[in-house]
């Protein structure tokens, strides 16, 4: 009886994902070739595009052809690999046309119609104008054509299915360009333009549901990045990548060079700004900063501080002395006109999830050599050096030393981390 009952949920199911799929599917029309003149205008208008969507970063493996694919792109379903974007015939976008790669963009499908995963994050992409979009095809139609075929994607089953991606776009996808708001300025409309389509910021910045889908555009509320033991952490704020304390100048420097008075950047928006933001326009890192600073205020939830790990702060502390306070300062006060920053008082030390703190002190501090900062400091990895347990003990002092107040960091929360890491 369970058998048969089992059977029929599968049939239903199975038929519910089927007719979802086809609705997916109505009124679609193939697209048709648009004339599209590549002039050397609108192909540096496109690289310029290029860049401030980062497209590299993604569609590059470590150490392969630009914009070839193949990087893998972790996710909680599985593996996915970025395509080629270079103009070769059999493997990239050279049999691709204009619309094509507009409605790759804007409606989250690929040649002849096929559903996208949303690891391609379409669901910023759709906002960006058919104009912007024209250019970055001529852009990437200039490349030289790499013969590399795209490795199939690692996802397991249903999410590697049609029927499964039609459900979810039915759920929670639907097509839409930016439209500015009225009310505000013109550098405001295009700083959201910017961050919320090409940049797509909060597909690293905002929280993910069980299936992936993140709450809107304007979400930007922190989230673990799968794969990588790093937080990506709330611009609502301050406390955590908030801006809106900073003067502008500094939002700005911090965005062209990747790092400022206040902060470096490391990790992960450490590759943003060495392949995207670095290369933006003066008006467009003032119109990324007006919206950024604009972002309403939300404080973010921070998990309970538990019982005070006095053992653990007290074997950090001798840790310390050990192997940070010749750089950092014997009180965290930084040294070297901020080429070895304070600690006391640091947001990444002090946040409520420890990850970025984590990391940093496993797999040392790097911040983008940019033309701006060239020659920007860095710190020395301690993975092979301290144990989970001084690891855990080493972050607890740092989080409660010199005025600084946050919940300890203990051993187990350090295996849970590792345990994330793909890489």
């Known amino acids: 009886m369970k058998l048969r009952l089992l059977a029929l949920v599968l049939v239903v199911v199975t038929g519910l994902a089927a007719a979802v799929y086809a609705l997916n599917h109505l009124d679609e029309r193939p697209p048709q070739a648009s004339l599209l003149a590549p002039t050397p205008a609108l192909i540096a208008r ?68 096929r559903l996208l995963t949303p690891a391609f994050p379409y669901t910023n992409y759709a906002q960006v104008t058919r104009a912007d979009a024209d250019a970055l095809f001529a852009y990437l139609q200039s490349l ?15 999410y590697n299915t049609q029927a499964a991606l039609a459900v979810w776009r039915a759920l929670y996808f639907r097509p839409a360009e930016f439209k500015p708001e009225p009310k505000r300025s013109a550098a405001w409309n295009r700083g959201a333009y910017l961050t919320q389509g090409l940049g797509h910021c909060n597909a690293c910045h905002a929280p993910r549901n069980s299936l992936g889908a993140i709450p809107g555009p304007n979400d930007f509320s922190g989230a673990m990045l799968a794969g990588s033991g790093w937080y990506a952490p709330s611009l609502h704020d301050p406390a955590e990548a908030g801006v ?25 928006m450490s590759e943003v700004v060495l392949g995207s933001t670095q290369h933006l326009g003066s008006a467009d890192l003032a119109a990324m900063t007006e919206y950024l600073q604009a972002l309403p205020r939300r404080t973010a939830v921070t998990p309970d501080a538990g019982r005070p790990e006095l053992r653990l702060r007290e074997q950090g502390r001798a840790l310390y002395t050990e192997h940070c306070a010749s750089c950092h300062g ?94």
Not at 50 to 68: K, L, Q
Not at 252 to 268: D, F, I
Not at 352 to 365: D, E, F, T, V, Y
């Open 46 to 113: 496109g690289a310029y595009l290029a860049r401030a969507g980062n497209c590299i970063g993604c569609h590059t493996a470590r150490g392969g052809a630009a914009y070839a694919g193949g990087r893998a792109i972790p996710t909680p379903f599985g593996s996915v690999f970025a395509s080629n974007l270079t103009p070769d015939a059999a493997t990239g976008l050279g049999s691709w046309n204009a619309d094509e790669f507009w409605a790759a963009l804007h409606n989250g499908r690929g040649k002849g119609g």
């Open 244 to 268: 809106m304390d900073w003067r502008p100048q500094a939002v700005q420097q911090w965005l062209k060079t990747g790092s400022n008075a206040h902060a470096s950047a490391l990790g992960p």
């Open 144 to 158: 030289p054509a790499v013969p590399q075929a795209n490795t199939p994607h690692e996802l397991r089953f249903p």
């Open 330 to 423: 014997d009180n965290g006060e930084g040294a070297g006109g901020g080429a070895y920053p304070p600690l006391a008082g640091n947001r990444v030390v002090t946040m409520g999830n420890p990850a970025n703190l984590l990391a940093i002190i496993q797999r040392g501090g790097f911040a983008p050599a940019t033309a701006g900062n060239p020659r920007p400091f860095g710190m020395p990895p301690f993975a092979g050096v301290l144990s989970d347990t001084e690891l855990a003990a080493l972050a607890s002092h740092l989080r409660n030393a010199w005025g600084n107040q946050a919940a300890d960091v203990r051993p187990v929360d350090v295996v849970q981390l590792k345990a994330q890491r793909i890489d």
